[in-house]
């Protein structure tokens, strides 16, 4: 089969397309026959050796796709899945536990199925267990044009929550509105519009999968007893936090480690899904996709998230 192998820890440039053994249909996993993989920031960090997983060289990437099933227990051949392999994705056929592995509704298209593993559990873990968001709680959304970002602006607001949308640049602006954002303000300048659009109270929840220079001000824009749920660092640069700002106005700062969780809770994934799917079937989860790439163009698609270029989720067709 033809898939995708990090060959080198070179960045994005490191990927190259080969042809590899189909997985062993062992009866233990499902074999998923593969037609869209989900790209995620985690591989831009792969192909450097910056992420905590580190497979031996070479290996395949690719942690979320969607496809039909061919084999495997508990579900039926021919059926539409999305799933969440972590590693083996970006392949034409992927072997999965058979608890990451989720029934896809016939009305969600497959590129919509692998948009949602990664990005739609990881914030519902953030939103629901580790925030404890509220209906008509005001959340804050950083990095809202991109995958994580667009998820969290669409899974709060299905949630009854205000959102507000911060995003780079005047062209990402549309795509925090497509997800459902109610106000969308510029990195630039957010402390001070959030400021404005709250009348001075701030916001109870802030989504940071950013990170960088931000902190601060995010920080400052919570309301009292607000939490900041960290998420990630794709601004390239960890953030450190006076801890005496947390007594200010009682704030909280949350880590959300959802792949720390449910490793150790397996079950918990299919929880989330169940919790998740009435909220596809009514179509109020409907991921923002942006570029679409052909397997041989990975690196590009690598490129597109770690030149902080995409708007919503960057996509690996397969067949």
């Known amino acids: 089969?033809?898939?995708?192998?990090?060959?080198?820890?070179?960045?994005?440039?490191?990927?190259?397309?080969?042809?590899?053994?189909?997985?062993?249909?062992?009866?233990?996993?499902?074999?998923?026959?593969v037609h869209v993989a989900g790209v995620t920031f985690p591989e831009v960090l792969q192909s450097r050796g910056e992420y905590q997983i580190k497979p031996p060289l070479p290996f395949v990437p690719g942690s979320e796709?969607?496809?039909?099933?061919?084999?495997g227990p508990g579900f039926t051949p021919g059926q539409r899945v999305a799933a969440f392999p972590g590693l083996g994705g970006f392949a034409e056929v992927a072997a999965v536990s058979p608890g990451a592995v989720f029934p896809l509704p016939d009305a969600v298209s497959f590129e919509a199925g692998a948009a949602l593993p990664m990005n739609y559990l990881t914030v519902h873990f953030g939103l629901v267990?580790?925030?404890?968001?509220?209906?008509?709680?005001?959340?804050?959304?950083?990095?809202?044009?991109?995958?994580?970002?667009?998820?969290?602006?669409?899974?709060?607001?299905?949630?009854?929550?205000r959102v507000i949308a911060v995003v780079s640049s005047?062209?990402?602006?549309?795509?925090?509105?497509?997800?459902?954002?109610?106000?969308?303000?510029?990195?630039?300048?957010?402390?001070?519009a959030v400021k404005g659009l709250t009348g001075g109270r701030g916001v109870d929840l802030v989504v940071d999968p950013v990170g960088g220079d931000r902190f601060t001000d995010s920080l400052r824009s919570l309301a009292v007893e607000g939490r900041l749920l960290v998420i990630g660092f794709t601004?390239?640069?960890?953030?450190?936090?006076?801890?005496?700002?947390?007594?200010?106005?009682?704030?909280?700062?949350?880590?959300?480690?959802?792949?720390?969780?449910?490793?150790?809770?397996?079950?918990?994934?299919?929880?989330?899904?169940?919790d998740l799917l009435p909220l596809l079937e009514a179509g109020k989860l409907a991921p923002v996709l942006g570029r679409s790439f052909a397997l041989e163009d990975a690196s590009a698609a690598l490129l597109e998230l770690d030149e902080r270029r995409a708007t919503g989720k960057v996509l690996l067709r397969v067949r």
Request: a negative charge; proline letters at 3%; aromatic letters at 4%.
């Open 1 to 33: 089969m033809r898939a995708v192998q990090i060959t080198g820890l070179d960045g994005p440039s490191a990927l190259q397309v080969v042809d590899v053994d189909e997985p062993v249909a062992d009866g233990s996993a499902v074999v998923v026959d």
């Open 65 to 71: 796709v969607a496809g039909v099933v061919r084999s």
């Open 129 to 161: 267990r580790r925030g404890q968001l509220r209906k008509g709680e005001t959340v804050l959304v950083h990095g809202a044009a991109g995958g994580v970002g667009t998820a969290a602006v669409q899974l709060a607001s299905a949630l009854g929550a």
């Open 170 to 192: 005047d062209d990402k602006i549309a795509t925090a509105k497509a997800a459902g954002a109610d106000e969308v303000v510029l990195a630039d300048g957010f402390k001070d």
């Open 235 to 274: 601004g390239g640069e960890i953030p450190q936090v006076k801890v005496n700002r947390l007594l200010l106005n009682n704030i909280s700062v949350v880590g959300v480690g959802w792949g720390a969780f449910w490793m150790g809770r397996p079950e918990y994934l299919q929880e989330q899904w169940a």
